[in-house]
């Protein structure tokens, strides 16, 4: 099998590459703007990358889906701080490129495996999120926040209808609060524009205040990196159980407040030496969420979500704990 990943040095990419190359046969073909997280992957037979700006390289990119088996376009922005300081580049890049992309795939009848996002989901009325009937409900217009959230629903129904009216092979998977090593640098959290594991591991370490948004009363339900691979994997491997399915991807078991999440960090970070003092002194605060982010920030106070999908078709469950889960994402911070 012919592998084509886009956006393959981001999070997700570089872990899924490894993961392939590790364990099946199968050829990757990969794209992104830098390689440095694909270290790994370089040089291994069954691998090559092309970098460059996925916008300028659409005709490449065009050959590639002609040539591969499977597509997954996972160029995107992911995080929160851009969604606000950078909402049109958000749009352009989760909307308006993955569209031309899978415009590709339904020309050439190729498969696609598109990441959907827990975000779209929003604040929906369901506590447990259910693929198929849950309400997809989102903040007003001038709360950015939400952009992200639309252009990956709008893909999810365009990628739908292709479906329905050409054909088009998919399968959505919308992942839920995946942590682990490569999630943000902390160079993203110097700025704090790191996602919550990193920028709390970050001001811990550094000595500064650890800010609890609204006081951090919001609960995710954090799922091992390795756990989300093992599902995509699965669903790359298994056309016939996969095919025009939606699946959440999450652990349930690992839902916790935000500051459940800090508390469970700083005893992490306590039991290494090259933290504890730090740990131990950890100061935390609480801000709201218009001075931290801007008026343009809303948010969700929970997320579960219903994994009964995935595991009926696929046979897939999550396995790892949270304080397992970030034991591993913490060492991979802070002894890269």
């Given at each position: 099998?012919?592998?084509?990943?886009?956006?393959?040095?981001?999070?997700?990419?570089?872990?899924?590459?490894?993961?392939?190359?590790?364990?099946?046969?199968?050829?990757?073909?990969?794209?992104?703007?830098?390689?440095?997280?694909?270290?790994?992957?370089?040089?291994?037979?069954?691998?090559?990358?092309?970098?460059?700006?996925?916008?300028?390289?659409?005709?490449?990119?065009?050959?590639?889906?002609?040539?591969?088996?499977?597509?997954?376009?996972?160029?995107?922005?992911?995080?929160?701080?851009?969604?606000?300081?950078?909402?049109?580049?958000?749009?352009?890049?989760?909307?308006?490129?993955?569209?031309?992309?899978?415009?590709?795939?339904?020309?050439?009848?190729?498969?696609?495996?598109?990441?959907?996002?827990?975000?779209v989901y929003g604040m929906s009325s369901d506590r447990i999120?259910?693929?198929?009937?849950?309400?997809?409900?989102?903040?007003?217009?001038?709360?950015?926040?939400?952009?992200?959230?639309?252009?990956?629903?709008?893909?999810?129904?365009?990628?739908?209808?292709?479906?329905?009216?050409?054909?088009?092979?998919?399968?959505?998977?919308?992942?839920?609060?995946?942590?682990?090593?490569?999630?943000?640098?902390?160079?993203?959290?110097?700025?704090?524009?790191?996602?919550?594991?990193?920028?709390?591991?970050?001001?811990?370490?550094?000595?500064?205040?650890?800010?609890?948004?609204?006081?951090?009363?919001?609960?995710?339900?954090?799922?091992?990196?390795?756990?989300?691979?093992?599902?995509?994997?699965?669903?790359?491997?298994?056309?016939?159980?996969?095919?025009?399915?939606?699946?959440?991807?999450?652990?349930?078991?690992?839902?916790r407040s935000i500051s459940e999440?800090?508390?469970?960090?700083?005893?992490?970070?306590?039991?290494?030496?090259?933290?504890?003092?730090?740990?131990?002194?950890?100061?935390?605060?609480?801000?709201?969420?218009?001075?931290?982010?801007?008026?343009?920030?809303?948010?969700?106070?929970?997320?579960?979500?219903?994994?009964?999908?995935?595991?009926?078709?696929?046979?897939?469950?999550?396995?790892?704990?949270?304080?397992?889960?970030?034991?591993?994402?913490?060492?991979?911070?802070?002894?890269?």
């Amino acid at each position: 099998m012919k592998v084509l990943i886009l956006g393959a040095n981001g999070f997700i990419g570089s872990h899924l590459c490894e993961a392939i190359l590790d364990q099946r046969d199968w050829t990757v073909t990969a794209h992104d703007l830098v390689g440095g997280n694909l270290g790994n992957c370089l040089g291994r037979e069954r691998f090559s990358l092309r970098l460059g700006d996925a916008f300028s390289d659409l005709d490449w990119i065009e050959e590639q889906v002609a040539s591969c088996d499977v597509v997954l376009p996972l160029v995107g922005v992911a995080k929160p701080s851009f969604y606000l300081s950078r909402p049109l580049w958000t749009f352009e890049l989760d909307f308006e490129l993955n569209l031309k992309i899978v415009r590709f795939c339904v020309a050439r009848k190729k498969r696609v495996i598109f990441p959907s996002t827990s975000e779209v989901y929003g604040m929906s009325s369901d506590r447990i999120l259910y693929e198929e009937s849950s309400p997809l409900t989102v903040g007003p217009i001038g709360k950015m926040r939400w952009i992200y959230s639309c252009a990956k629903q709008m893909m999810d129904r365009v990628i739908v209808a292709y479906g329905q009216e050409e054909g088009l092979r998919y399968t959505l998977f919308r992942p839920f609060n995946w942590i682990g090593p490569r999630l943000d640098s902390f160079d993203d959290a110097r700025e704090r524009r790191a996602r919550s594991v990193t920028q709390f591991v970050y001001d811990i370490v550094q000595g500064r205040p650890v800010t609890l948004v609204n006081g951090g009363g919001q609960r995710r339900s954090f799922t091992w990196i390795g756990d989300g691979i093992e599902a995509l994997m699965a669903i790359i491997g298994d056309e016939k159980g996969s095919d025009g399915k939606i699946f959440n991807i999450g652990n349930p078991a690992n839902n916790r407040s935000i500051s459940e999440l800090v508390d469970h960090l700083v005893r992490i970070l306590e039991t290494f030496p090259e933290t504890a003092q730090q740990a131990r002194s950890a100061e935390i605060v609480v801000q709201s969420a218009e001075s931290y982010y801007g008026n343009g920030y809303d948010d969700m106070q929970d997320r579960v979500p219903s994994i009964e999908n995935i595991e009926r078709c696929l046979g897939w469950r999550p396995r790892t704990t949270l304080d397992e889960a970030l034991r591993r994402t913490v060492e991979g911070l802070i002894r890269p």
